[in-house]
């Protein structure tokens, strides 16, 4: 595995909703060695929207990197010539459930893995987010919120949009409560859990006073410990 292993976990906000400051695009291109680095987007989980596609473009072809996009809804291209050839993949926000279902029938979960391992650096949003975890929460059912099986990247759960809807605080602590799970990493909107070498390293808050928590239970209370943080 290489030494350096790298992913961005955005809770929510971002290109996908106004161009903004491009804080968090920057800080993402920033961890790259390339001078230049090669940007993947992979917008499955919002069915390849064609909206979406072009907010990444308009805001990453005005930074100093080389942009591109993988459909699934179009012909496919080569998928693992393509991803080992980037330095970074961004995975977009939408449903996490179909988005993996079709990932693991093109076979792009293993795919993703071997890049990883690789170095190339693993980022998203909200589904991109959750998705590198071995669960997450997800609201990808019309009946509310579940938690359901990831990638595995990083042995946690996961939980985007942690201060941004309200059912998401609730439905955490019930979990861990019922000992479905033992602790869940709740990332708020505007803010980004940076890990490396599947660690938490530093919360990234490109909002305002925004954080990243591990919420666990402790000496028989649920407590909420906020990781450190770097403001941008």
């Excluded at 390849?48 to 805001?59: E, M, Q």
């Excluded at 993996?100 to 690789?118: P, V």
């Excluded at 869940?184 to 390293?201: F, V």
Aim: charged share 25%; with cysteine; aromatic share 10%.
């Amino acid at each position: 595995m290489n030494d350096k292993c790298q992913i961005v976990a955005i809770g929510g906000g971002g290109f996908g909703r106004a161009m903004g400051n491009m804080k968090i695009e920057k800080y993402i291109l920033s961890l790259s060695k390339s001078s230049k680095p090669r940007i993947c987007f992979i917008p499955t989980a919002s069915g390849d929207n064609d909206l979406y596609k072009l907010s990444f473009y308009r805001v990453f072809s005005r930074l100093n990197c080389f942009p591109s996009h993988i459909d699934f809804f179009k012909r496919t291209i080569d998928l693992e010539k393509c991803i080992l050839d980037q330095d970074i993949v961004y995975v977009g926000g939408g449903n996490t459930r179909s988005m993996l279902a079709i990932w693991r029938e093109w076979g792009l979960d293993e795919i993703l893995k071997k890049a990883y391992q690789k170095g190339v650096i693993m980022s998203g949003v909200s589904a991109g987010a959750i998705c590198w975890f071995e669960k997450g929460i997800t609201d990808s059912k019309a009946d509310g919120l579940s938690l359901m099986s990831c990638l595995n990247f990083v042995n946690a759960n996961c939980c985007p949009h942690f201060d941004e809807e309200p059912e998401r605080i609730p439905y955490v602590e019930k979990i861990i409560n019922n000992n479905i799970i033992d602790s869940c990493i709740g990332i708020e909107g505007d803010c980004a859990l940076h890990l490396i070498n599947e660690k938490p390293y530093k919360s990234i808050d490109f909002g305002e006073k925004k954080n990243s928590y591990l919420i666990k239970v402790f000496e028989n209370d649920l407590v909420k410990i906020a990781f450190d943080k770097l403001v941008l």
